[in-house]
């Protein structure tokens, strides 16, 4: 049970309450205060994702829910969960998804580009300006030496988020889920297979495996 | 050298295409991004693309900007813009269609079993970034011991990734990798 934050308006308020029907698409009761306190517009949409963008390093998953469920108030810790839960069945970067989601259910097809916008444009700006400056000075001094050392703790935090999501597959299933993170492995980390070759042979049968077993 | 036109549509393709596949986020598809633009386009080398996937780890922002390096690597700055727009565009209208639907299908049986189901498979191909982008950067024992270090510190506590990163950084710096 998410324990609401103390900063954020109970659960009984009619405020909280238009912003949940909006964000799940239902009848408002419009007697709340300043519409604009009760529905995040594209423009706060714009400038919250933004905040996120910049906050976080390699992945900001947890600083959208800090902005979200805990400076803003715009959703329940519930709700966050379930929102980034169908994120993260969705193809593509989880957070981005999660920005075009919630952006579209709080203000439609503008706060879905605003969040969008918000989001990824300071960081591509950055990253771009650090790829140039990597590709003017990356051969000088001990700059290799750096990169070198970065490039090996990089690879190190991928394996470490592969084990931490193996291990409650393993735990629940572990023949079934084993079988198809092996074969995965090894069709494109081994094999070096192109991956929609992999995807489309592996995918179905492990849907069909979880469907066979009760997921 | 193929025309910019052709390596900035062959970017647009490759990675609208990727943008549908990512199940699992942007990691599970590191190693078809390496295969295409080491293997099949030689845009780069390994140790170069080993160098960019760090370059965006240590930047602030969402973890796919590797995209953005990877078009900045191939055609320049409109290489980077596309690269990145074709990674999100894809995947993001698919959410705008699907964020309407979800409500009704939320507890379905076949979506719990679509999601059940992918997850082992993205895992492993998880797992395979990994490996790929350790065997171009591990090139010395004492690189492979930082990989190591690293893997074991974010499993086993709750530090900030970023203090692994900068110690691997400042230890280059201080000449501990030649």
């Not at chain 1, 009619?14 to 007697?31: D, G, I, K, S």
């Not at chain 1, 963008?53 to 947890?62: E, I, N, Y």
């Not at chain 1, 503008?110 to 591509?124: C, E, Q």
Request: aromatic share 8%; proline share 6%.
């Amino acid at each position: 049970m998410y324990i609401a934050n103390r900063n954020c308006p109970s659960n009984e308020s009619v405020e909280l309450e238009n912003r949940r029907a909006r964000f799940h698409n239902r009848p408002m009761e419009m007697v709340g205060p300043s519409p604009a306190a009760v529905r995040p517009d594209a423009r706060a949409v714009f400038l919250a994702f933004l905040t996120v963008g910049l906050s976080g390093f390699g992945g900001v998953l947890p600083f959208a829910r800090r902005e979200l469920v805990e400076s803003r108030c715009w959703l329940s810790g519930e709700e966050f969960n379930e929102t980034l839960s169908l994120c993260q069945s969705l193809p593509g970067p989880n957070i981005v998804n999660l920005s075009v989601v919630v952006g579209s259910r709080f203000a439609g097809a503008g706060g879905a580009l605003g969040a969008l916008a918000g989001l990824i444009g300071a960081p591509v700006i950055i990253v771009i300006l650090l790829g140039a400056l990597y590709g003017r000075f990356a051969a000088v001094g001990r700059l290799p030496g750096a990169m070198a050392g970065l490039g090996a703790a990089a690879s190190g935090l991928v394996a470490a988020t592969a084990i931490k999501m193996a291990a409650p597959l393993i735990a629940r299933r572990p023949a079934s889920a084993g079988l198809f993170m092996a074969l995965a492995f090894a069709g494109v980390g081994l094999l070096v297979l192109p991956l929609p070759w992999v995807l489309f042979a592996l995918a179905p049968l492990s849907v069909a495996v979880a469907w066979k077993l009760g997921a | 050298m193929k025309p910019l036109g052709d390596t900035l549509g062959t970017l647009a393709v490759q990675f609208a295409i990727l943008s549908l596949l990512a199940f699992g986020g942007a990691n599970a598809v590191i190693p078809e991004i390496h295969r295409q633009s080491v293997e099949v386009h030689r845009w780069m080398s390994d140790q170069d693309f080993a160098a960019l996937f760090a370059l965006a780890q240590a930047a602030p922002g969402p973890n796919f900007m590797i995209s953005a390096l990877v078009g900045l690597k191939a055609a320049g700055l409109a290489g980077a813009l596309i690269a990145t727009a074709a990674f999100c565009a894809p995947s993001c209208l698919l959410a705008f269609w699907l964020a309407k639907l979800w409500d009704r299908h939320r507890d379905s049986p076949w979506r719990i079993a679509l999601a059940a189901g992918l997850a082992p498979v993205t895992v492993g191909l998880i797992a395979a970034s990994a490996w790929l982008l350790a065997r171009a950067a591990d090139l010395t024992w004492r690189l492979a011991a930082v990989t190591a270090a690293t893997a074991a510190v974010a499993v086993f506590t709750r530090l900030n990734p970023l203090w692994c990163l900068a110690a691997a950084a400042g230890l280059g710096l201080a000449g501990a990798f030649g």
